[in-house]
């Protein structure tokens, strides 16, 4: 299965595995690639853990397969809830406690209340339930 791209098409797919934040499509862009370097649709599902139908259909013209695009896949919404808001909003106006009586962790943190200042501003986006 040889592929034959342009150098525009090339240009385009490695923008797409350089830049892309959507992991299937960089695969399928890297995937297109190695085609087109020359390299067997057996080795490419090896390498990119895909079936070889999959290959096929990333490797087929535009219009030649009845495939529908992917979709997306954002798991679990965040939520905002008023008690952790409050809890948010009270930690940041105390400050972090004094180094005596706060427990210090592997990563050299002091508390955890010294992030929730940097944590208010975020978590200001969600909706309150």
């Given at each position: 299965m040889a592929l034959r791209l342009t150098a525009r098409d090339r240009e385009a797919l490695a923008a797409t595995a350089?830049?892309?934040a959507d992991a299937r499509e960089t695969r399928q862009a890297l995937a297109l690639l190695d085609l087109d370097v020359g390299e067997s649709p057996t080795q490419v599902t090896k390498r990119y853990r895909?079936?070889?139908?999959?290959?096929h259909e990333w490797a087929a013209p535009v219009g030649e397969?009845?495939?529908?695009?992917g979709r997306p896949h954002p798991g679990r919404r965040p939520v905002r809830t008023?008690?952790?808001?409050?809890?948010?909003?009270?930690?940041?106006?105390?400050g972090p406690a004094p180094a005596a009586?706060?427990?210090?962790?592997p990563a050299g943190y002091t508390t955890d209340?010294?992030?929730s200042p940097a944590?208010?501003?975020?978590?200001?986006?969600?909706?309150v339930r």
């Open positions: 350089r830049s892309n895909v079936g070889r139908s999959t290959v397969t009845d495939r529908t695009p008023a008690a952790s808001t409050a809890r948010i909003a009270g930690s940041s106006s105390a009586s706060c427990w210090v962790p209340t010294a992030s944590m208010a501003s975020p978590l200001s986006s969600f909706p």
